[in-house]
T-cell receptor, first 114, second 115 residues
């Protein structure tokens, strides 16, 4: 069966520090991968998605970036965090080409920028 | 573009009360519709889905019917439990320009069920 893991689960970082959140999927090949952010009172915002290794699409311009160095690994990064980067970050995967578009989510990573 | 509008929360109900969370959508194509649930401190889980008009999704006593004529997908449960306390997200899936499917979410509705 397929599983998705992301870490760290919680992170407290000072403004201006770097960020790296990692997500891995097991039990499937060539999944579509997604990073969402959930900020308080603002629902879910799609940040990046990837349909293959090295292929990243950005939905919102910001100081975050994403990379997909391996088929089932998706990394969210920042060189310098802002206060506004605080939130709950969710990684998700989907079967490629699946007509319904159902997503499977990781446990989430809570980032607090001080 | 696509959008999802769901009723503002929070919603507080007594145990065994009836629940309705309204959800309407706008989409250019023929999207699939979903309800996801997020329990405290966790990621999102799929609760139910419907892929075409008049389909009814159901799970754990929750139901929602895909109504194309009213562009709605309201979530209902006849008798809620304390364990149903969570944030509920309505979402639609449509094909992106890159050929992948993307979900557009509503802002979420927090439900609290008190004994």
């Amino acid at each position: 069966s397929q599983t998705i893991h992301q870490w760290p689960a919680t992170l407290v970082q000072p403004v201006g520090s770097p960020l790296s959140l990692e997500c891995t999927v097991e039990g499937t090949s060539n999944p579509n991968l997604y990073w969402y952010r959930q900020a308080a009172g603002r629902g879910l915002q799609l940040l990046f998605y990837s349909v293959g290794i090295g292929q990243i699409s950005s939905e919102v311009p910001q100081n975050l970036s994403a990379s997909r160095p391996q088929d089932r690994q998706f990394i969210l990064s920042s060189k310098k965090l802002l206060l506004s980067d605080s939130g709950f970050y969710l990684c998700a995967w989907a079967l490629p080409g699946q007509a319904s578009g159902e997503l499977f989510f990781g446990e989430g990573s809570r980032l607090t920028v001080l | 573009g696509d959008s999802v509008t769901q009723m503002e929360g929070p919603v507080t109900l007594s145990e065994e009360a009836c629940l309705t969370i309204n959800c309407t959508y706008t989409a250019t194509g023929y999207p699939s519709l979903f309800w996801y649930v997020q329990y405290p401190g966790e990621g999102l889980q799929l609760l139910l889905k419907a892929t075409k008009a008049d389909d009814k999704g159901s799970n754990k006593g929750f139901e929602a019917t895909y109504r194309k004529e009213t562009t709605s997908f309201h979530l209902e449960k006849g008798s809620v439990q304390v364990s149903d306390s969570a944030v509920y997200f309505c979402a639609l899936s449509d094909r992106s320009g890159a050929g992948s499917y993307q979900l557009t979410f509503g802002k979420g509705t927090k439900l609290s069920v008190i004994p």
